[in-house]
């Protein structure tokens, strides 16, 4: 499904995701052109699905793709208007220049944040967590992320290639409160061939999607979330097959938007598309929609 993380009738507190004020233009897209280029299987999508020119979609019995009255009566099948095969946008690889980066320095430090608590987007509690790294305003290095870190500021990180991005069970990537006065925001460039975030840990999970992005490498071909995995973000990753592990009871899941080469859903895992990174996410050039010939 979709919610709008800039309009307070489509988003909870802090702009997160709420499940009582939902749209349905969470759509699933992709260029390929072949039989079966979307296989939607037992998902239910509120939203609209596209393939190449000529494409097909295939759905399994207990599929249902279609706007939010549709997809809650359990109604199978794709409902009229709501499959395309007119996509034609091209995913450029992420361009990279390493520029003023110092190696991050570990402090684990002891910080209490607050979290939400259950499932409907509106319970919070604190938490005091040990984070690995402290990162204010800056560009970092770390070869090898695996613990909890704590972002305070406008921060770029990178992971080169031969690293690894690997986040056990429990481990928070957590954005500090974004305000005018003290803007945060992470763009992690990921170089590393695979990145994995463990179940039950989160990425940016009280934060905005806009204020964090994951940009896999043309390296990085490989980003894998296990159940109960929680990332609020955009991730942009043209060279990575994406991988959702199910059997959780997370509501929340992905929220943001995602790029990728190949996406599978195995099992129970939710994705909730933030309509607002449309208005102020970063922009993707010109596209023709129609011309004439002279």
């Known amino acids: 499904d979709s919610f709008d993380s800039g309009d307070t009738n489509y988003c909870g507190p802090f702009g997160m995701y709420d499940k009582t004020k939902t749209k349905a233009n969470g759509d699933v ?18 939203g609209t699905i596209r393939t190449g020119p000529g494409g ?67 319970n919070w509690t604190t938490n005091t967590i040990t984070f690995q790294y402290y990162l204010p305003t800056g560009n970092y290095q770390i070869n090898n992320l695996s613990k909890s870190v704590y972002i305070d500021g406008v921060v770029n990180l990178y992971v080169p290639p031969g690293g690894k991005l690997n986040w056990g069970g429990g481990d928070v990537l957590y954005l500090a409160q974004d305000s005018i006065s003290h803007p945060v925001s992470l763009n992690l460039f990921c170089g590393a061939s695979t990145a994995t975030f463990g179940g039950n840990g989160s990425v940016n999970r009280t934060g905005k999607s806009i204020n964090a992005t994951l940009y896999g490498l043309s390296t990085c071909t490989a980003v894998i979330f ?6 609020t973000g955009l991730m942009y990753a043209p060279e990575a097959v994406f991988t959702l592990g199910g059997g959780g009871s997370d509501t929340f899941d992905f929220v943001g938007a995602a790029v990728c080469f190949q996406l599978k859903f195995n099992g129970n895992f939710n994705f909730h598309y933030d309509e607002a990174l449309r208005r102020l996410g970063p922009g993707r050039g010109y596209v023709v929609d129609t011309w004439k010939e002279i």
């Open 226 to 231: 296990s159940a109960n995995a929680a990332f």
């Open 29 to 46: 897209v992709t260029d390929y052109a072949i039989v079966n280029s979307i296989n939607v299987g037992s998902a239910k999508i509120k």
């Open 56 to 122: 097909t979609t295939s759905i399994g019995s207990g599929g249902s793709v279609g706007d939010s009255a549709w997809v809650n009566a359990n109604t199978p099948g794709i409902q009229s208007g709501h499959f395309y095969d007119d996509m034609n946008v091209i995913w450029p690889d992420i361009t990279f220049t390493k520029t003023n980066y110092v190696t991050a320095t570990p402090a684990n430090t002891n910080i209490t944040v607050l979290m939400p608590s259950g499932t409907s987007g509106t």
